[in-house]
Every structure is written in C-alpha cells, then in structure tokens.
C-alpha cells in the first residue's frame, strides 16, 4: 500500500511539474520561455547562440546519436544550423534532416529542437524548387500582391522540406550598379524596396504569428545596413556614416517598415564598416537604430563569418574572444560561422563579469522564442512525403510566368513590337543569351527552367522556322554563380567566327531576337580574389557591341532582350537597335514568358526599378538626388540612358491635370490626390502609376523628386479610371539636422505620370 501511496506521489508530482513545463504548449509563450530559460545551464545558453553549417561536420551523413561529430560539437545543443540543398533526392534531404534534428531533441537534456536556414533570395534554393525572378526584375513589377504570393510559395517549398529560417529579403538600396550584388536588390529607390520587402516579409512569415506554425517561416532581413552602396562598388566595402540624415532616409527606411509594418524576426548584419566601425560590432546600428528607435523584437544574425572578419580584414580585434565581446554588446544574437564559432567565448565572458547574464538570456530568449512560435517543440519533424507535391506545383509554375511576364521592361519600340507570327516564316534567335538558362545568383545550379531559344521554338512550333547562332562568346566557360575562378575572354578568331554564323542565320530570317548582356560569371556576389563579380565598367562584356554592329548592318528589324543582373550601359544597342527589352533575369519561365511578350499574347508592364546610365562617370546617378547634386559633366550627355520608373506597353496611357481635394492642409490633416488615366490605345494593359513628391523649400538640403506611392491598373481601350493617393504627414515628412522626423511648412510639388520623368504636377500648401 505504501509503494501505491508513494507511485501516486510521484505521479501527481510529475503531473503537476508538467504543467508547468516549457513542453506545455497550452502555458502563455513568454512564460514556456521563461520557464526553459530557468532550466538552462551557462553552457547551453551559450550553446544557443552558436550555428554551424551543415557541411561542417558531416551532418549530411546524417548526424546519428551516436556521431561523435555531433555529440562533440552539440552535446549542450545549438542554436541553428544552415542547409546547403545538396543532391537532387528531396525526400532524402528531408530524411536527413529529420535525423539531425532528432539527435537535438532526443539527445540532449533539455531537447531544444534547431533552427534550419536556407537562402530564398527570389525562390528556395533547392533542386526542383520554384525559380521566380532576380530581385532586381521583382522590384520593376510595382505589385505589392505578386510578392507576396510569390514568398509565400517560397515559405511553404521551405517548410516542405524542413527550413524554418530564411536569409532574405535582401533590403539593400540598389544605387551602385558596379556593384555585382545589384542584382539581389529591388530597387534604388526606399520607397519601392520598402513596399516590395514588406510584402515578401508578410509571404515569408504571412500575416499573423500564428501562421508560422503551418507553411511559413522567418525571415531574415539583410543586409543591416548600407550593404548595397560599397565604396567604388566592391562587395564589403566601407560606407557612409549611419547617423546621417541621409542613412535614414534611404537604407534603413526599408528595414524599418519591415519590422514596423511587416514584423520581421530576423535581421542579418552586414560586411562593411561604417565611418571606421565594422557594422557587426556597430551598437549605434544594431541596438539604438535598430531595437530603441525601430522596435524591434526578433534576433540578430551575423552574415557568415561576420564576426571573424572583424579579426581577420577589418583588424578591428585582437582575437575570437574580443570579437565575441564588441559583436555580442553591440547587439549580434548569433553567429553564423563555418568554423570555429567566436560566441563560444561568451561562457568566459559572462564568467568574467565582461557580459551581463541581462545581455546573454535577452540574447537566448530572442532565439527560444521564435523556436516555440514555429511550434518546433511540439513538431520538430517533417513529413518526407508531402516534399515532392508541395513543391514546384502547377500553379506555381503558373505565377512564376505571370511573374516573368509583369518583370520585363520595354523601352524602345518603333513600330517593331509584338511580332505578328502571321508574318514570319522564319525567326533569327541569336546572342550569347539565348540558348542557355539564366536565372541569376542565389539559384541552384545546374539551372533548371525554359531558355529564350527553347521558349520561342515552342512557340513557333507550326507557325515559324527558327534559326539559332551563338554570336560570341561572353566568356569561355559556361556560367555560374557559385563556382571559384575568374572569367576569361574568348578568342578574337573564335568570336569572329560566331558573328560571322550569326550574320549568316540574320540574311536568312525575317527577323532578330538578340539576347546579351551579362551572365552569372560577370555579375555575381565577389565573396573572395577567387570569386570576384564587381565590375569597374557597365560596358557590354566581350565583343557583344561587334555582334550588334554586324547584325545591324544586315538590315533586319532586330529586338535586343537584355539579359542580366546589374544596368549595364549599352548606348550604341539604344541609338541601332528599334526595339529593346530589358529583360534581367527573369526565372525558370523565361523563354515562355518572352515568347508571350514578342508576339504580344501579353503585354509588357514592367518598370525600371533602377536607373539605367549612360557610362559608370555618371555614378551615382539615382533619380532621387539631391538637389545640389545635379549640375552636369562637361561635354556630357547628363541625363540616363533610361530613367527609374520608366516602361512602354503596346498601348498608351493618357493622365489628366492632378487634382486636389484640398489645396491647403495644416500639419495632421491630409488631402487626397486625384486623376484620371485613361487607356488610350487599342489593346488591353497594365499601367504603374507613380506619385512623386518634391518639397520646394526646406531646412535641410532635399532631393529633387522622391517616389511617395504607386499603384497598378489595368484598363481595356478607352476605358478610364480615377487614381486617387491620400496626401499626409508621411508623405511629407524628413529628417532634420538633429535626426528627427518632422515636417515643415511650405510648399510641395506633387507629380504623377507612368514614369520618373514625365509627369504632370499640383501644388500643395502645408502651413
């Protein structure tokens, strides 16, 4: 009776204690935080902190409980481990990636499942996974929605496979294009990059915290902050001083609506150093900006071995233990390494008095707690079954075109586009472009999708003969992202030949698609003197202007479908060519998608979301500057090849006078912006309508116009509708010298139109 009395005891005990446990899912979360948080010893707390990547230590074998490597390395856990998508057998990834986790929960005391990251720049990079468009290309769709569909098919191929973090959105500000990561960023513009990362932030992480548990997972904004503008564009390079009116106004406005708007839980700090500070050690930048002023509540990540650079190039520390200490006051949560991982120092530093136990369990509950928001404790596992039909569906191949087709910019256009495929008997397909696939950086390789020359040929099939040459060469070997080694020029005498096969396929057509531009080879991330991808001119690389010149004199209406990541500066293509498609990279649907925009099955909506220059002396030459910066080079033709915004359809659009409903507002009252577009031409389409605003006078030195609001439109022929922008405070806001938003008196010139430059304007009176 006595055992009884006693087994009940404990059972009663246990149960009691249970309910008070981490593990219940029913408690409050701050309190199954907390309540782990008190479990933990010093050692597994820094444990959190720390990442390894997954072919650091054979995890891809897979880790089992027995694996010394794991047992070694994890045996107080970890915090998150990154998976480079190996292999091209989905259901064995997820098998072993099952078993990782598994020794995490099942092999150590307190069972803390790990985090697994991903990148996700424009779609999982994984073997099969949906492919959408570069970055740059995302950012000329000015479609909110789209985004957001498009991440959110990207979130649930991730948690297919068993990801629950990703590193994106990129929310760097495009404005220096010699830069070989402009390609990953939206735009040069904060407004736009602002509108299009909230939106990918929201189809990432979707619209409620609840949502995390099912289909979506974290995202990670980077890179914190000045990332896209490196002095004389070279990737890490030092930037400006964060506490500048201009620092606020354009790279941080977008990561603060991110978190403020869109409630990012993750942010990836940056390379560079700002004004002598590395950014991963930056407390200003990572604590005060970024927790005091913007909110925000997620966890902080280094970029990968961001915080051993502070040591090894910026020789800003002595050693691994210094570096841990100014990154982890400063305000990094984690470190993500491939190595030896610096945070593991924290142990002693804490021990020393050196870092607050305050500072180290705000650091592991940020991370807890977005471990307990994906549901992890309660379902640490995936199902290896569903990874192959949640991935890459029907559907979304079909928003992966519809994407392609919304990305693609026409700029020139006399009297050659759409093609009537009535009239062709045969098509000349030609250029370095053509016959291979581009999908970008941040793609799985080998590429996977429809090339132009594939796309066409399907679409001429019955209808057209097609007729394919190279032309040239851009370099020797094939493209690629990811792989070491610089890029070579091919030869004179073999180039020469391919122009002459070109020329030969041109006289036999009745008309030419030219794809060239810049492959994954020649604009890329320069992540070492082995892997360089920045460039010191925006010239057409190889003999690609040669090509044109040849294919020009044959006298065939020829269209140029420009290809790549970054604006390159092709002014002799701009004066010959009759019609131009800016195309970037447009994903795994390219070919179909160009076959549609050709032959005008669709018609072309696509904007600029950067500026395209006529040389690199013009640099910087973003359409937002301010005004004491726009007097002209000598002998110089000042303006941009193409400007920010700008996008023709096979239609026109017609814009009224701008009206308002009230000429005159005082600070806190807003008025509304209205007028009328109108389709004026004979097909269907797509309009941008964008609304710039320019402050006349003010205290403090002001662009010369800045994009405040868009929306897209769709109207048939002749069909009008009325465009209506709500004018406020936020619109008309800035930072004054002491760094504070406000707004000012005066008056403010509103513009509207389809583009940058050509715009119709109303003035506004803030008294």
Same mark, same amino acid.
């Given at each position: 009776?006595?055992?009884?009395?006693?087994?009940?005891?404990?059972?009663?005990?246990?149960?009691?204690?249970?309910?008070?446990?981490?593990?219940?899912?029913?408690?409050?979360?701050?309190?199954?935080?907390?309540?782990?948080?008190?479990?933990?010893?010093?050692?597994?707390?820094?444990?959190?902190?720390?990442?390894?990547?997954?072919?650091?230590?054979?995890?891809?074998?897979?880790?089992?409980?027995?694996?010394?490597?794991?047992?070694?390395?994890?045996?107080?856990?970890?915090?998150?481990?990154?998976?480079?998508?190996?292999?091209?057998?989905?259901?064995?990834?997820?098998?072993?990636?099952?078993?990782?986790?598994?020794?995490? %929960?099942?092999?150590?005391? #307190?069972?803390?499942?790990?985090?697994?990251?991903?990148?996700?720049?424009?779609?999982?990079?994984?073997?099969?996974?949906?492919?959408?468009?570069?970055?740059?290309?995302?950012?000329?769709?000015?479609?909110? !929605?789209?985004?957001?569909?498009?991440?959110?098919?990207?979130?649930?191929?991730?948690?297919?496979?068993?990801?629950?973090?990703?590193?994106?959105?990129?929310?760097?500000?495009?404005?220096?294009?010699?830069?070989?990561?402009?390609?990953?960023?939206?735009?040069?513009?904060?407004?736009?990059?602002?509108?299009?990362?909230?939106?990918?932030?929201?189809?990432?992480?979707?619209?409620?915290?609840?949502?995390?548990?099912?289909?979506?997972?974290?995202?990670?904004? $980077?890179?914190?902050?000045?990332?896209?503008?490196?002095?004389?564009?070279?990737?890490?390079?030092?930037?400006?001083?964060?506490?500048?009116? /201009?620092?606020?106004?354009?790279?941080?406005?977008?990561?603060?609506?991110?978190?403020?708007?869109?409630?990012?839980?993750?942010?990836?700090?940056? /390379?560079?150093?700002?004004?002598?500070?590395?950014?991963?050690?930056?407390?200003?930048?990572?604590?005060?900006?970024?927790?005091?002023?913007?909110?925000?509540?997620?966890?902080?990540?280094?970029?990968?071995?961001?915080?051993?650079?502070?040591?090894?190039?910026?020789?800003?520390?002595?050693? /691994?233990?210094?570096?841990?200490?100014?990154?982890?006051?400063?305000?990094?949560?984690?470190? #993500?390494?491939?190595?030896?991982?610096?945070?593991?120092?924290?142990?002693? #530093? %804490?021990?020393?008095?050196?870092?607050?136990?305050?500072?180290?369990?705000?650091?592991?509950?940020?991370?807890?707690?977005? @471990?307990?928001?994906?549901?992890?404790?309660?379902?640490?596992?995936?199902?290896?079954?569903?990874?192959?039909?949640?991935?890459?569906?029907?559907?979304?191949?079909?928003?992966?075109?519809?994407?392609?087709?919304?990305?693609?910019?026409?700029?020139?256009?006399?009297?050659?586009?759409?093609?009537?495929?009535?009239?062709?008997?045969? &098509?000349?397909?030609?250029?370095?472009?053509?016959?291979?696939?581009?999908?970008?950086?941040?793609?799985?390789?080998?590429?996977?999708?429809?090339?132009?020359?594939?796309?066409?040929?399907?679409?001429?099939?019955?209808?057209? @003969?097609?007729?394919?040459?190279?032309?040239?060469?851009?370099?020797?070997?094939?493209?690629?992202?990811?792989?070491?080694?610089?890029?070579?020029?091919?030869?004179?005498?073999?180039?020469?030949?391919?122009?002459?096969?070109?020329?030969?396929?041109?006289?036999?057509?009745?008309?030419?698609? &030219?794809?060239?531009?810049?492959?994954?080879?020649?604009?890329?991330?320069?992540?070492?003197?082995?892997?360089?991808?920045?460039?010191?001119?925006?010239?057409?690389?190889?003999?690609?202007?040669?090509?044109?010149?040849? &294919?020009?004199?044959?006298?065939?209406?020829?269209?140029?479908?420009? %290809?790549?990541?970054?604006?390159?500066?092709?002014?002799?293509?701009?004066?010959?060519?009759?019609?131009?498609?800016?195309?970037?990279?447009?994903?795994?649907?390219?070919?179909?998608?160009?076959?549609?925009?050709?032959?005008?099955?669709?018609?072309?909506?696509? $904007? #600029?979301?950067?500026?395209?220059?006529?040389?690199?002396?013009?640099?910087?030459?973003?359409?937002?500057?301010?005004?004491?910066?726009?007097?002209?080079?000598?002998?110089?033709?000042?303006?941009?090849? /193409?400007?920010?915004?700008?996008?023709?359809?096979?239609?026109?659009?017609?814009?009224?006078?701008?009206?308002?409903?009230?000429?005159?507002?005082?600070?806190?009252?807003?008025?509304?912006?209205?007028?009328?577009? @109108?389709?004026?031409?004979?097909?269907?389409?797509?309009?941008?309508?964008?609304?710039?605003?320019?402050?006349?006078?003010?205290?403090?030195?002001?662009?010369?116009?800045?994009? $405040?609001?868009?929306?897209?439109?769709?109207?048939?022929?002749?069909?009008?509708?009325? %465009?209506?922008?709500?004018?406020?405070?936020?619109?008309?806001?800035?930072?004054?010298? !002491?760094? @504070?938003?406000?707004?000012?008196?005066?008056?403010?010139?509103?513009?509207?139109?389809?583009?940058?430059?050509?715009?119709?304007?109303? $003035?506004?009176?803030?008294?």
């Amino acid at each position: 009776m006595k055992k009884i009395i006693l087994y009940c005891i404990l059972i009663s005990t246990f149960a009691c204690n249970n309910k008070q446990s981490y593990k219940n899912s029913d408690l409050d979360l701050d309190k199954r935080v907390h309540l782990l948080l008190d479990e933990m010893t010093l050692d597994e707390k820094v444990s959190q902190l720390c990442s390894s990547m997954n072919d650091q230590t054979n995890l891809n074998s897979p880790v089992r409980s027995k694996s010394d490597s794991a047992r070694n390395l994890f045996k107080n856990g970890t915090g998150f481990i990154f998976m480079g998508v190996q292999g091209n057998d989905a259901e064995l990834f997820v098998k072993k990636l099952n078993d990782i986790q598994r020794y995490f %929960v099942e092999n150590t005391r #307190l069972g803390i499942p790990v985090l697994f990251g991903a990148e996700g720049l424009h779609g999982f990079v994984a073997h099969g996974a949906t492919i959408f468009p570069q970055n740059i290309a995302l950012g000329g769709t000015f479609d909110r !929605e789209l985004i957001e569909r498009i991440y959110t098919v990207a979130a649930r191929e991730m948690r297919a496979w068993g990801i629950t973090q990703v590193f994106a959105p990129n929310l760097d500000l495009g404005r220096e294009p010699r830069f070989g990561r402009v390609e990953e960023t939206y735009s040069e513009d904060p407004y736009l990059t602002s509108q299009i990362g909230f939106a990918a932030v929201r189809g990432f992480q979707g619209r409620d915290l609840k949502d995390l548990k099912d289909h979506h997972v974290i995202a990670t904004l $980077k890179h914190f902050a000045g990332h896209g503008e490196p002095m004389g564009g070279r990737n890490t390079g030092p930037i400006g001083n964060v506490n500048t009116i /201009y620092f606020h106004e354009n790279p941080l406005y977008p990561f603060e609506t991110a978190i403020k708007e869109g409630g990012a839980l993750s942010v990836m700090a940056s /390379y560079n150093d700002a004004d002598g500070v590395p950014n991963h050690c930056n407390k200003t930048l990572l604590t005060d900006i970024l927790v005091d002023q913007f909110g925000f509540g997620g966890y902080v990540i280094s970029d990968l071995n961001g915080v051993t650079r502070i040591i090894e190039e910026q020789k800003a520390a002595k050693g /691994y233990k210094e570096a841990a200490l100014m990154s982890f006051n400063a305000g990094i949560d984690m470190d #993500l390494v491939r190595g030896k991982c610096s945070f593991m120092k924290i142990k002693e #530093l %804490v021990q020393e008095g050196k870092i607050s136990k305050e500072r180290l369990n705000q650091a592991v509950e940020r991370i807890l707690r977005l @471990k307990f928001l994906l549901g992890l404790f309660e379902n640490p596992y995936v199902n290896a079954k569903n990874v192959v039909k949640l991935t890459n569906t029907t559907e979304d191949r079909a928003l992966n075109l519809k994407a392609a087709e919304e990305a693609a910019v026409l700029l020139k256009n006399e009297n050659i586009l759409p093609f009537n495929e009535t009239k062709i008997k045969n &098509l000349a397909v030609i250029g370095p472009m053509s016959g291979s696939i581009h999908l970008g950086g941040y793609s799985y390789e080998p590429f996977q999708g429809v090339s132009i020359l594939s796309g066409l040929q399907q679409f001429g099939k019955g209808k057209f @003969k097609v007729y394919y040459a190279e032309g040239c060469k851009i370099n020797q070997k094939p493209a690629t992202f990811w792989t070491d080694g610089d890029v070579v020029i091919n030869s004179k005498a073999d180039d020469l030949k391919l122009i002459a096969e070109a020329v030969k396929a041109a006289k036999s057509s009745d008309a030419i698609v &030219l794809t060239i531009g810049e492959n994954e080879s020649y604009s890329r991330e320069a992540w070492s003197e082995n892997h360089l991808g920045d460039r010191e001119s925006l010239d057409l690389p190889g003999r690609q202007n040669e090509l044109v010149d040849a &294919l020009v004199k044959t006298g065939k209406p020829i269209v140029a479908v420009m %290809v790549g990541g970054r604006p390159l500066s092709y002014n002799y293509v701009a004066e010959k060519v009759p019609a131009i498609i800016q195309a970037w990279y447009l994903g795994q649907e390219t070919g179909t998608a160009m076959a549609n925009l050709l032959f005008g099955k669709i018609n072309p909506s696509g $904007k #600029l979301s950067i500026t395209i220059p006529r040389s690199v002396g013009q640099l910087p030459c973003y359409y937002s500057q301010l005004t004491s910066q726009v007097r002209s080079y000598l002998g110089a033709n000042n303006s941009p090849l /193409y400007p920010f915004g700008y996008g023709l359809s096979y239609t026109t659009f017609g814009y009224s006078n701008p009206e308002l409903s009230k000429s005159e507002i005082i600070p806190g009252e807003s008025t509304v912006l209205k007028v009328l577009v @109108k389709n004026t031409g004979l097909v269907a389409g797509s309009e941008v309508v964008q609304l710039y605003i320019r402050d006349e006078i003010s205290s403090v030195v002001r662009p010369v116009i800045q994009l $405040k609001d868009f929306i897209r439109i769709y109207l048939k022929p002749g069909e009008t509708h009325i %465009v209506k922008f709500t004018i406020d405070n936020s619109k008309l806001s800035f930072f004054n010298q !002491e760094l @504070k938003r406000i707004v000012e008196p005066g008056t403010f010139e509103l513009k509207i139109g389809g583009n940058s430059k050509d715009l119709k304007s109303i $003035k506004l009176t803030l008294k």
